[in-house]
């Protein structure tokens, strides 16, 4: 069998339909969209486009959205732009994406105060905790949609009412949800909402942030006023064309997206837990992505279960982070009260478009012949907290 590719939450392979739409504008079409002659206004026809299609996967006005070059740029930009100066506060849940976390960990050093909402061990952040955070100098409160190790959907609208009956900013990043299920970006009551087109079998370096009418946004690149100067720099015409693509074809497919995402993982979990019934599923009951399941095999290691399966032509992910030689548990599993060695002996396994029973089934059987092979080889490795 080909190599199988059960890693769709870090990114996703082109769709057929948007390797197509960019195909010519990494050929024979080509033009700087803000130049004025033919070439240049070609392109800028084809990135306006690429916003109104975006525009209609979220339900909102083309000229609110600005193209960045990736999910990261967006959220770094959403930040810093509220949270210049070294003064104020801001609220996060403890396990947002590194490119949230760690830039509100930057202001922090600059003086500015975060608080940190943890997830309850359902991996959902309480609604009332964010709410308790708030205080008068917040400038900004950032709650993903789904969260990217566990799939599970936060209570983004409960929060973002809250937040504005007091007038405190919402930011949601959104990059794992768009594409997997149907986002609505205003009914969400958000401020700021964050997608990138990698995770939706769009290409890498092409992603959006929508900022609601009348919400600022200072550029964070400065330069060109390209993108109403809220983010100055050529615009990666090819990249957005295909975001623009993708965002299209998830509008057509979203439902039958979702029932065939639904359909692998349920079965992949019954069968999983008939065969293995000692692993551990992690916020199952939780309201969810499709296409995410994160399990715990008691006994086996992590990442050498993930090497053994790469051997075996399977491709999974665990959320621990190599760092000065140690693997170190996941911050997301710790967050939602697992031991260190239960994030260790965790895999998240999420699952794609492309993605068929067959090739299920034919990783159920890998899965426990490894398992098996691991815990007869391997003790597990112990990791003090
Ligand atoms: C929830 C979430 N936010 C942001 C990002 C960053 O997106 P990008 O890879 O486009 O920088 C990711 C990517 O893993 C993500 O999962």
Not at 286 to 298: C, D, G, I, Q, Y
Request: glycine content about 10%; aromatic content about 4%.
């Amino acid at each position: 069998m080909h190599p199988v590719y059960f890693d769709n939450n870090a990114t996703t392979p082109l769709h057929p339909r948007v390797r197509e739409a960019m195909l010519p504008w990494m050929g024979e079409r080509y033009g700087n969209p803000s130049s004025l002659h033919g070439f240049g206004q070609a392109a800028r026809n084809a990135v306006e486009e690429a916003r109104e299609k975006v525009a209609a996967l979220l339900g909102v006005r083309p000229p609110e959205l600005v193209f960045t070059a990736s999910g990261t740029e967006a959220n770094n930009a959403v930040l810093f732009h509220r949270a210049r100066g070294g003064q104020g506060h801001l609220v996060i849940s403890a396990f947002e994406h590194p490119s949230i976390r760690e830039a509100a960990a930057r202001l922090e050093r600059e003086g500015v105060e975060v608080t940190r909402v943890s997830p309850a061990g359902d991996g959902v952040v309480p609604a009332a905790e964010v709410v308790r955070a708030l205080r008068p100098d917040t400038l900004l409160v950032a709650l993903m949609l789904a969260n990217n190790e566990l799939g599970t959907l936060q209570p983004v609208v409960e929060v973002a009412a809250a937040c504005r009956e007091r007038g405190v900013p919402v930011l949601c990043d959104a990059v794992q949800a768009v594409g997997k299920i149907p986002v609505d970006a205003p009914a969400l009551g958000v401020d700021y909402l964050v997608l990138g087109a990698h995770k939706f079998y769009g290409p890498l370096g092409a992603a959006a942030l929508w900022v609601h009418k009348g919400v600022e946004l200072t550029g964070h690149l400065v330069g060109g006023s390209q993108e109403r100067r809220r983010r100055a720099g050529t615009e990666n015409v090819p990249a957005i064309v295909g975001l623009g693509e993708a965002a299209a074809v998830a509008r057509e497919e979203l439902t039958a997206r979702g029932a065939h995402l639904v359909a692998l993982r349920d079965r992949f979990e019954a069968e999983l837990a008939r065969r293995l019934p000692d692993a551990i599923f992690h916020c199952q009951a939780a309201p969810r992505l499709p296409n995410t399941s994160h399990v715990a095999f008691p006994g086996a290691e992590g990442e050498s279960l993930l090497i053994r399966l790469d051997l075996a032509g399977f491709a999974v992910s665990t959320g621990s982070a190599c760092s000065s030689g140690a693997v170190e548990p996941s911050k997301t599993l710790l967050a939602i009260g697992l031991s260190p060695e239960e994030a260790l002996s965790s895999l998240r396994i999420s699952f794609g478009l492309f993605n068929t029973q067959e090739e299920v089934d034919a990783f159920l059987d890998a899965l426990e012949r490894e398992v098996g092979a691991l815990r007869r080889v391997s003790p597990v490795a112990v990791v003090q907290p």
